[in-house]
């Protein structure tokens, strides 16, 4: 009996299923079943029974499930322990993240990952989506976690739905309105956010502007160029909000929702190559800290699916977008319904309904 046995077991039973619980796991859907068939062999007794709708316990499951549990809880105390005893100095770990999130993402799960693994060596290396797929693919880095792009060489997991949103200064004639247009903001000084970046794209898509060089704009190569310009009142701006989930906390900016522009969300993921094997140590421990930060539930956004479906065709998300292609495709920002994973959702920022923006002077 292997403690990943056991491990795929838990995770199996808390996640309802086994292509979830692989996901979860990192590992593929055919590796988790032989881990939990032959647990089923070493203990002589059928534990799960596997149906259309996911998994059940069996009596001798219901039974062998809280050893199970306390077995893998007191195993990973143990390496947590190991852990803060003695640290091998070769360990490093290098992430490839996107822009947004290397600066408003990943902060918060290096902090758990320092928790875990106090001697803990990291390099962060940021760009776009897809100079960040590069360098994986290269293997200049361990795993990545970036604005989903599809690749037939690279396993990703969905963790969250970012957004764009528009946001205000509290004093800026939009920010005094509940809501606004695409009419009303067509009158205000807009502040893009580099036109090589992917929020350049989405600005631009979700304004249905073809004659943006006509109109008055600041364009900045810098995000936080952009938040501060709307900060001092300078113009508006869209932006996701991962990027200004703290000004909208404490105030200092406020969104502002357009009724006549569709939602723009996009896919968070945490990507790593199919050929690495299976993760260990810091990348393993980073993997912990990431779904701990965002746990999935089976009723929220589904995993990024296999290529085919049982359709035959490309699999896709829970919003049927194509998840996995032939050739490495981005993953197009969804003008749709909010998913119901949204960053706003999954880190509750403000109570939706409420007022989005009151005077900085009330």
Not at 153 to 170: F, G, N, W, Y
């Amino acid at each position: 009996m292997q403690m990943a046995q056991i491990e795929g077991f838990v995770e199996a039973v808390r996640s309802g299923s086994i292509s979830l619980a692989a996901e979860r796991l990192y590992i593929t859907q055919p590796a988790l079943s032989a881990r939990l068939q032959g647990l089923e062999r070493d203990v002589g007794r059928i534990l799960l029974v596997r149906g259309r709708r996911g998994v059940r316990l069996t009596d001798a499951g219901r039974a062998f499930l809280p050893y199970a549990e306390r077995g893998l809880a007191a195993f990973e105390e143990g390496m947590r322990e190991l852990r803060h005893q003695t640290v091998s100095h070769s360990e490093h770990l290098t992430i490839g993240a996107s822009l947004t999130v290397a600066g408003y993402v990943l902060p918060a799960l290096l902090r758990d990952l320092a928790e875990r693994w106090p001697s803990s060596r990291v390099t962060v290396r940021s760009g776009l989506s897809e100079e960040v797929l590069r360098a994986l693919l290269r293997e200049e880095i361990d795993l990545a976690v970036h604005r989903h792009v599809a690749h037939p060489a690279i396993v990703s997991t969905q963790i969250l739905t970012d957004e764009l949103v528009l946001v205000v200064h509290p004093n800026h004639p939009l920010g005094r309105a509940e809501q606004t247009s695409l009419a009303e903001l067509a009158e205000a000084r807009l502040v893009l956010f580099d036109r090589t970046s992917d929020d350049y794209r989405l600005t631009i898509a979700a304004l249905q502007i073809s004659d943006i060089e006509r109109r008055g704009y600041v364009e900045v190569d810098d995000l936080e160029v952009a938040k501060r310009m709307v900060r001092t009142g300078d113009g508006v701006s869209l932006l996701p909000r991962a990027a200004v989930q703290d000004e909208l906390r404490d105030g200092t900016l406020c969104d502002v929702p357009v009724i006549d522009m569709p939602p723009v969300t996009w896919p968070v993921v945490v990507a790593m190559r199919k050929d690495a094997g299976e993760p260990t140590g810091l990348a393993r421990a980073f993997l912990q800290a990431v779904r701990s930060a965002y746990p999935r539930r089976s009723h929220e956004a589904s995993p990024m699916r296999s290529a085919t479906d049982r359709s035959g065709r490309p699999g896709s998300d829970s919003s049927g977008a194509v998840t996995r292609s032939t050739r490495a495709t981005r993953q197009p920002a969804k003008v749709a319904p909010r998913a119901s994973q949204s960053l706003a959702d999954t880190k509750s920022i403000e109570a939706r309904g409420k007022p989005r923006c009151r005077s900085a002077s009330s």
